[in-house]
C-alpha cells in the first residue's frame, strides 16, 4: 500500500539524473498541462470580485492623478522619469499608461493585475515541479500560492503591480537559467539571453528584484553542471553587470541608492532610531511575517507607527520569540541541506526577497507590508509542497484533504479581504480594526469620516491619532477642521497651533490657523500667520487674498489691493479676489475724492 501512494506523488514527470533533468513523457506533459490549468483557475477565482475596486490609497496619486499616466506620456520619456523622491520603475509605470489608454475606469487595470497574478502562479507550479519533482507537491505550492490571502494586497491594490510584474519576471528568468543549464548546447545561449533580459526587466519593475542575484546563484549551484564555485561565480557575472549597470542608472537619475530623504517617523520610525534598536524591531518584523504566511486571517494595509511597536531591548518577549524562532529555523535548514534540499531553496526564497526590504540593510518608507511577501511567499509555500509530498506516500487521502481545506480557506479569506478594497472609505474603515495601534490608520479614517459628515466619529479617530503620536501635525490640521465645524472654536485653535507648530513651514497649517483666529475675531493674530503663509508659500493665492481682507477691514486699501492684485497674478479665476479688488479700488477713489 505504501509503495502504490508513493508511486502516486511522483507519477510520469521530469525526474533529476546525474544533475539533469529528464524531459516527461508527452502523457506526462498533457499532465502537467491540466493540473496548470487548475492552479491557474484557483488562482483567477479568489480575486474576481476585486474587479470592481475603485482607485484606492497610493493608486490615486500614483496613477489616476498623474498626469504622466494619464496624459499619454512618450513611452521614452517614461524611461527616465523617477515618480516621486525615490521611485524609479519604467517597465511598471509603461503598464499603468497602456492601462490609461483604454479607459479612464479601473476595471482594465484591475484585469491586468489579476492576469499577473495567474502568469506567476504558473511560473510558480513550472519552478516548483522543477524544485520538488512531485505532481502532489506541485500542485500543492502552486494551489497555496494561487489562493493565499497575503496576496490580496498586491494583487486587488492597483499600485502592487509592481511586485507581480517583478515577480513574475524573476520567475521566468530563473526558469530560462534552468532551461539553459539542461538544454542541449545549440538552445543554450537563446534560454541564457531571454533570463538576463527578464532579469533586466524585473530590475526596472521594482528596485528589489536585485534580490534576484542569491536566487541565480541558489538555483545554479542545484542545477548547474559542473558543480563549483568558479562556474557558478562565472554564470552569476553577466547578472552582477545588468545589476551595476542598473544601480549606475538609478543613482543618475534617482541621485541616490536608497532613499534621498528619509520616510517620515509616521511611515517608518525605524529610519529615527539608532542600529541597534532597527536591527532589532526587523527581526521581530520578520517573524511576523512569518506569522502571516502561516496564519493569513487577521490583514491590514498599515502597519505605521505605533501598531509595531519598536523593541527597545534585547529582553523584549517579541524580540526573544523572533530570535529563538530563526535560530531554530537555521539549525533545521543546515540539517537538512543533505536530506531535504528542496528546504534549503525554500529558505532562499523565502527570505533573500526580503533582504531589502525589511530595513535590515537600509531603511525604506514602510515597516511592514502585506505586498512585501508576494514573492518571498512562494518559498513559504514550496516548504509546505514539500511537506505535502512527504507525507502523501503514507497519508494520501488524508494530505489531500487537508490541502483542499486550506486551499478553499484561504480563498474565501482572499474573497472576503477583497472586499476591504473596493474604495478608500472601505479600505480605512478595515484598517482602523485591524492595525489600531496605528496613528495614521485613525487619521485616514477620521479625514474620510469629516469628509462624510460624521463629526463626532472623526474627532474620535483624529483624538486617537494624536493621543498615539502626538506631533502628528496633519491629524491636528484635521482634528482643528472637525471641531471647528462642530463650533468648538476654542479647541480647533489649539490644534490648529499645534499644527502650526509641529510643522512651520506648512503654508495650509499656518492658513488654517489664521483663519480660525479671523473667525473669533483677532485680526492682528490672524494676520501675523496668514503673512507667514504666504512668506513660506509666496505662490499660496488663498492665504493672500485673506491677508488682503484683514487689511481691507483695517482700511490698509493700498496694502489690500496690492495682495488682491497679486492673488490674481497667481489665479485669474479667483472671483473673490477680483470683486474684492474692484470694491477696494472705489473705496480708494471715493476717499481719494475721484
Not at 499532465?31 to 488562482?43: D, I, Y
Not at 541608492?257 to 526587523?282: G, I, K, Y
Not at 496564519?295 to 524580540?319: G, M
Not at 507525507?391 to 476591504?420: E, K, P
Request: charged letters at 15%; one cysteine or more.
Amino acid at each position: 500500500m505504501g509503495g502504490s501512494r508513493r508511486a502516486a506523488g511522483r507519477g510520469k514527470h521530469a525526474s533529476k539524473v546525474g544533475g539533469k533533468i529528464r524531459s516527461p513523457s508527452s502523457r506526462g506533459r498533457r499532465r502537467q498541462g491540466w493540473l496548470a490549468l487548475v492552479v491557474g483557475l484557483l488562482s483567477l477565482v479568489p480575486f474576481l470580485n476585486g474587479l470592481q475596486a475603485d482607485f484606492t490609497l497610493d493608486d490615486v496619486k500614483v496613477i489616476r492623478d498623474n498626469p504622466m499616466v494619464t496624459g499619454g506620456e512618450s513611452p521614452l520619456r517614461l524611461l527616465t522619469w523617477v515618480d516621486r523622491p525615490e521611485i524609479y520603475r519604467p517597465v511598471t509605470m509603461l503598464t499603468y499608461v497602456a492601462n490609461a489608454q483604454t479607459g479612464r475606469g479601473t476595471l482594465g487595470y484591475h484585469l491586468v493585475n489579476v492576469g499577473l497574478h495567474v502568469l506567476v502562479t504558473l511560473a510558480v507550479f513550472r519552478l516548483a515541479w522543477v524544485v520538488l519533482d512531485s505532481p502532489v507537491g506541485t500542485v500543492a505550492t502552486a494551489a497555496l500560492f494561487a489562493t493565499h490571502p497575503i496576496h490580496t494586497e498586491a494583487v486587488t491594490n492597483i499600485v502592487g503591480r509592481a511586485e507581480l510584474l517583478a515577480a513574475l519576471l524573476v520567475l521566468g528568468s530563473l526558469l530560462a537559467l534552468v532551461q539553459a543549464s539542461r538544454d542541449e548546447a545549440r538552445h543554450r545561449t537563446a534560454w541564457c539571453v531571454v533570463s538576463l533580459t527578464t532579469f533586466a526587466g524585473s530590475l526596472l519593475a521594482k528596485e528589489s528584484a536585485l534580490t534576484a542575484i542569491v536566487l541565480f546563484a541558489v538555483v545554479h549551484a542545484w542545477y548547474g553542471l559542473p558543480r563549483s564555485v568558479r562556474r557558478t561565480a562565472i554564470v552569476l557575472s553577466p547578472y552582477v553587470l545588468i545589476a551595476m549597470a542598473y544601480l549606475g542608472l538609478r543613482a543618475y537619475l534617482v541621485g541616490s541608492l536608497t532613499m534621498p530623504t528619509p520616510p517620515s517617523f509616521v511611515d517608518n520610525p525605524l529610519a529615527h532610531v539608532s542600529a541597534l534598536p532597527r536591527l532589532q524591531t526587523a527581526l521581530v518584523v520578520l517573524w511576523e511575517y512569518l506569522l502571516l504566511l502561516a496564519l493569513p486571517f487577521r490583514l491590514s494595509a498599515d502597519y505605521s507607527f505605533n501598531q509595531v511597536p519598536i523593541v527597545v531591548s534585547a529582553l523584549d518577549p517579541r524580540f526573544l520569540l523572533a530570535t529563538g524562532t530563526f535560530a531554530s529555523l537555521a539549525i533545521g535548514l543546515w540539517l537538512s541541506v543533505k536530506r531535504a534540499p528542496q528546504l534549503v531553496l525554500a529558505g532562499a526564497f523565502l527570505f533573500a526577497p526580503l533582504a531589502l526590504t525589511t530595513n535590515v540593510l537600509f531603511t525604506i518608507g514602510t515597516i511592514k507590508a502585506e505586498r512585501l511577501l508576494y514573492l518571498p511567499s512562494f518559498g513559504w509555500c514550496l516548504a509546505c509542497g514539500w511537506l505535502v509530498m512527504r507525507f502523501a506516500g503514507r497519508w494520501y487521502r488524508w494530505s489531500i484533504m487537508l490541502l483542499a481545506l486550506i486551499v478553499t480557506a484561504y480563498g474565501a479569506r482572499a474573497w472576503v479581504r477583497n472586499r476591504d478594497w473596493q474604495d478608500n472609505a472601505t479600505v480605512y474603515a478595515a484598517t482602523v480594526e485591524t492595525s489600531p495601534g496605528s496613528a495614521k490608520a485613525h487619521y485616514n479614517w477620521g479625514t474620510e469620516l469629516v469628509r462624510q459628515g460624521r463629526l463626532d466619529d472623526a474627532i474620535h479617530h483624529l483624538s486617537t491619532a494624536v493621543t498615539i503620536f502626538p506631533d502628528y501635525g496633519l491629524a491636528h490640521g484635521n482634528l482643528g477642521l472637525a471641531l471647528a465645524m462642530k463650533g468648538r472654536l476654542a479647541d480647533a485653535t489649539w490644534h490648529y497651533r499645534e499644527a502650526a507648530r509641529i510643522e512651520p513651514a506648512n503654508p495650509l497649517a499656518l492658513y488654517n490657523l489664521g483663519r480660525i483666529l479671523e473667525l473669533q475675531g483677532r485680526v492682528d493674530e490672524a494676520a501675523q500667520q496668514l503673512a507667514a503663509a504666504v512668506r513660506v508659500n509666496p505662490g499660496y493665492a488663498d492665504a493672500q487674498y485673506l491677508v488682503g481682507t484683514l487689511l481691507l477691514r483695517q482700511g490698509k486699501l493700498d496694502e489690500a489691493i496690492r495682495l488682491f492684485a497679486a492673488t490674481l497674478e497667481i489665479k485669474p479665476d479667483h472671483v473673490e479676489a477680483r470683486e474684492s479688488l474692484r470694491r477696494a479700488l472705489i473705496r480708494r477713489d471715493a476717499a481719494s475724492g475721484r
